[in-house]
């Protein structure tokens, strides 16, 4: 029963370490000029970080600048991570354009 409790222990503490050098490696990261995305899914590219106030602002597009909390950063986003999320979403599409065909049920098409 005790070596139980021990391993668990143990378990916990290697989750937290790992945990903690995850989030210091993602804060190393977290330079104004990366493209990041937030907790909820906004995409742009970081142009401050006030640690103090905990404030970041990421610029969405030329000229427009979104003030966030520093804590909605959820990552940083590759270049190759993105190209891949475009290819699955063209390929998606694709699909999606296969299934409409004019002879499909509740088409606009009908032949009377």
């Known amino acids: 029963m005790l070596a ?3 391993m668990l222990i143990f378990f916990m503490w290697r ?3 790992k945990r903690k050098e995850e989030m210091a490696k993602l804060q190393d990261s977290m330079v104004p000029g990366a493209e990041v995305m937030t907790n ?3 995409f742009g590219t970081l142009l401050s970080i006030d ?9 969405t597009s030329p000229g427009n600048a979104v003030k966030v909390h520093r804590q909605t950063l959820a990552r940083v986003v ?3 991570e993105a190209a891949s999320d475009d290819e699955s979403e063209a390929e ?8 409409a065909t004019p002879d499909a049920p509740g088409s606009a098409a009908k032949n009377d």
């Open 4 to 6: 139980v409790l021990a």
């Open 78 to 80: 590759d270049e190759t």
């Open 40 to 42: 909820f899914g906004l």
């Open 92 to 99: 998606q599409g694709v699909v999606a354009d296969a299934d």
């Open 15 to 17: 989750n937290s370490k």
């Open 51 to 59: 640690e103090e106030n905990n404030i970041a602002v990421i610029e």
